[in-house]
């Protein structure tokens, strides 16, 4: 009797052994493929964000807040010797070439506002029609009245106790200490006096002037005279008046036709309130001439003398009466010990106490 064959006993392992090796295939295969939709879905998500769009500013809105990243863009914080060389590197410059977007460096400017004077002009001079009893020669204060003005001299130490006073303060070393060096020696007149010439561009110069103007403001002057500027130039002495301003001490010019070219500068500089001129430094012509040269035509003047300078002082006095605010004295007791009156201010013509400057 036939029977159908049966199948053999050696292949049933095989097959066994080859099914979990195709599971195992079709698993990973799932997995690839799950895996790249998610892929696929979060890369059509991300390329439909706003951010990865950076839409172009509409035409004129200059308002926008929006900032723009440059990828190649470094932030560095670094010390302003900056290595140069290294941010051209960088930028992809060659060593040595700044690139064209280099943060240059901001210039930054300093305005020093002009100086504000605070003896500027004003429509009427406190001094304007009084007379100047020059007393530099003596430490006695004299007798002053209310409408007059006293000159102290160098070691008078407070003013009058009536009318205005006068400190008098010097551009040379007065004592020759050699405190204030380096020094100069083109003056005569310091070599008169034993009195040292300051040389203007070393630190004595205003180490000698601060001295000076500190005290006479804790003494209580407002007034003061610069004596000597003739052996400076114009723009020294406008200086030494810049820095008497800053003390709010106002200046007397001295001598001012002695400073040639220089003169007209020398007395309309705002913080000059008078002048003071000696014999052989000027005359009442010459000096109307400056006053109105300077812009200043009623500028109070005085013309002293000492010594044989009474001739002089009557000449002066002679030609003074046709201009205003113009006085002279005479000192018969030495180099400024006292005050004679030659003509008064009020006796020249038009002299009012409300001239101008």
């Known amino acids: 009797m036939l029977r ?6 050696h292949a049933e392992p095989q097959q066994t052994a080859l099914l979990p090796i195709a599971t195992l295939t079709l698993k990973l295969l799932a997995s690839a493929l799950v895996g790249a939709a998610i892929t696929l879905v979060f890369w059509q998500d991300r390329s439909h964000s706003p951010m990865s769009e950076t839409p172009a500013p509409l035409a004129g809105d200059t308002d926008s807040q929006e900032t723009v990243v440059y990828p ?3 932030l560095r914080l670094r010390h302003p010797s900056i290595d140069r060389e290294a941010e051209a590197a960088d930028a992809g410059a060659e060593p ?5 977007n280099f943060p240059r460096r901001v210039r930054t400017v300093t305005f020093t506002p002009p100086m504000r004077y605070v003896a500027a002009p004003r429509a009427d001079n406190p001094l304007a029609g009084k007379q100047l009893r020059y007393l530099i020669g003596t430490d006695s204060l004299g007798r002053a009245g209310d409408d007059e ?3 102290v ?3 008078t130490s407070r003013p009058a106790r009536r009318g205005i006073s006068i400190a008098y303060c010097n551009l040379f070393d007065e004592r020759n200490t050699g405190r204030y060096g380096p020094y100069l020696k083109s003056s005569d007149t310091a070599k008169e006096y034993n009195e040292g010439q300051i040389d203007p561009h070393g630190p004595g110069w205003e180490k000698n002037l601060r001295e000076q103007f500190a005290l006479r403001k804790q003494q209580g002057f407002e007034y003061i005279e610069l004596d000597n500027p003739d052996a400076y130039s114009v723009k020294d002495v406008v200086g030494a008046i810049d820095l008497a301003a800053s003390y709010s001490l106002k200046v007397i ?3 001012p036709l002695l400073l040639e070219s220089g003169a007209a500068t020398y007395v309309a500089h705002p913080n000059v309130y008078g002048i003071i001129v000696e014999r052989g430094a000027g005359g009442a012509a010459e000096l109307e001439a400056l006053r109105r040269k300077a812009g200043k035509p009623h500028l109070p003047t005085w013309f002293v003398a000492f010594g044989s300078g009474r001739s002089w002082a009557g000449g002066v006095a002679s030609k003074a ?3 205003r605010n113009m006085g002279v004295t005479y000192s018969s007791a030495g180099e400024y010990g006292n005050s004679i009156d030659i003509l008064t201010p009020s006796e020249s013509t038009g002299s009012t106490g409300s001239d101008t400057l």
């Open 4 to 9: 159908p064959a049966m199948p053999s006993r």
């Open 72 to 74: 190649s863009a470094r």
């Open 96 to 100: 040595g070439e700044i690139p064209s």
């Open 149 to 151: 003005i006293v000159e």
């Open 153 to 155: 001299s160098y070691d």
């Open 253 to 255: 010019a001295k001598n």
């Open 321 to 323: 009466k046709r201009y």
